[in-house]
């Protein structure tokens, strides 16, 4: 099978601009940005959506959201503030299918979101 396009950034296949990297997770600049600060927390290891995870895996969405953090504090953000948003399925706006967080921010972030 072939690998989803966010595997092949894991395996190094293809290079994204990355910001921060862990054991766990791995987080780039989004090639289409949608705000000033606009990157994709990704965990090194495939699931389509959130609707796969299991109670074992809440560990791993923490770090997700850890490094969200680490992220905002890079592009300088923490105190003015960022938006993380999860997309499950088409529905959402989810267009790729591997579990990615968005970490945006660097402008005013509406509410509610469109
Ligand atoms: P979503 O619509 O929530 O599934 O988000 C997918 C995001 O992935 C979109 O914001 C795309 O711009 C972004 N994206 C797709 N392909 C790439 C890529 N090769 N490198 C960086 N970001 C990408
Ligand atoms: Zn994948």
């Known amino acids: 099978m072939t690998a ?33 600060t606009h990157v994709l927390v990704i965990p090194k290891k495939h699931y389509s959506t959130t609707n796969e995870l299991q109670p074992e895996d809440a560990e791993l969405m923490g770090r997700l959201v850890l490094g969200a953090q680490k992220v905002a504090e890079i592009d300088g953000l923490s105190e003015q503030g960022y938006r993380m948003v999860l997309n499950c399925n088409e529905g959402a706006g989810q267009t790729v299918f591997h579990i990615h967080m968005h970490v945006l921010g660097g402008r005013r972030m509406n509410w509610p979101p469109g």
């Open 4 to 36: 989803c396009i966010f595997c092949k950034m894991v395996s190094g296949e293809i290079q994204p601009d990355v910001v921060y990297e862990d054991d766990d997770v791995l987080a780039f600049r989004d090639l289409n940005p949608q705000a000033p």
